[in-house]
């Protein structure tokens, strides 16, 4: 969202001034409004971002991402290489329409149970990118969009290698605590 953003403020104050308009950050219901992001990564790096509007179902979701990964997947893999195509269990990527389409163009994804923790490791790049929205402060969708990128392009590939090379060890801890909650992936 725009202007409704996670980051929290502290505000020191007498008890005479509790009500002063000086303690207040306005809101704007709706938030000022949003965007939906779709993007992928390897170990290589990041690698297309797309912004997207409107509701999600199976076909829309094929024609967010089909234009940016099925180049990206030729250009990143070839065709002996053993590689998953990663996502969480949200109806459009479940989907009949979306799973036959992966199924078509060869592309492997994981079968994750309905309930297991997110361990997709691109959840951990929306967060990194997410903290560090709070110190700007975008005033339209346009100017949210742009930061999105921004941070997006200036993820290092460092932190791709690292976050690729943890999913085993993330999976070992999802195992060994038979599915429940981890403080540590």
């Known amino acids: 969202e ?18 002063q308009p000086f303690n207040f950050q306005p ?24 912004f997207y509007d409107g509701r999600m179902n199976g076909p829309n979701y094929i024609d967010v991402i089909k234009p940016q990964l099925l180049p990206y997947i030729k250009k ?6 053993s590689w998953y195509y990663v ?19 060869k ?19 929306w967060d990194i990118i997410d903290k560090k929205l709070t110190n700007y402060h975008p ?15 200036e993820i290092p590939v460092e932190t791709c290698q690292n976050l690729v090379q943890s999913i085993s060890r993330r999976l070992e801890t999802c195992i060994r605590v038979k599915g429940n909650t981890s403080s540590k992936y």
Request: hydrophobic fraction near 40%.
């Open 2 to 19: 725009v202007f409704n953003r996670k980051n929290r403020s502290f505000v020191r104050r007498l008890p005479s001034e509790a009500d």
């Open 27 to 50: 809101r704007v219901q709706g938030g000022g409004g949003s965007v939906s992001v779709w993007g992928v990564m390897t170990a290589k790096g990041v690698g297309p971002l797309v």
């Open 76 to 81: 990143n893999f070839n065709s002996n290489s």
């Open 87 to 105: 996502q969480d269990n949200a109806p459009c990527h479940k989907s009949h329409f979306a799973m036959n389409w992966f199924k078509k163009n």
């Open 107 to 125: 592309i492997n994804t994981l079968d994750w149970p309905a309930t297991s923790p997110d361990l997709n490791v691109i959840e951990n790049i």
């Open 139 to 153: 005033t339209t969708v346009d100017e949210l969009q742009q930061l999105i990128l921004k941070l997006w392009t």
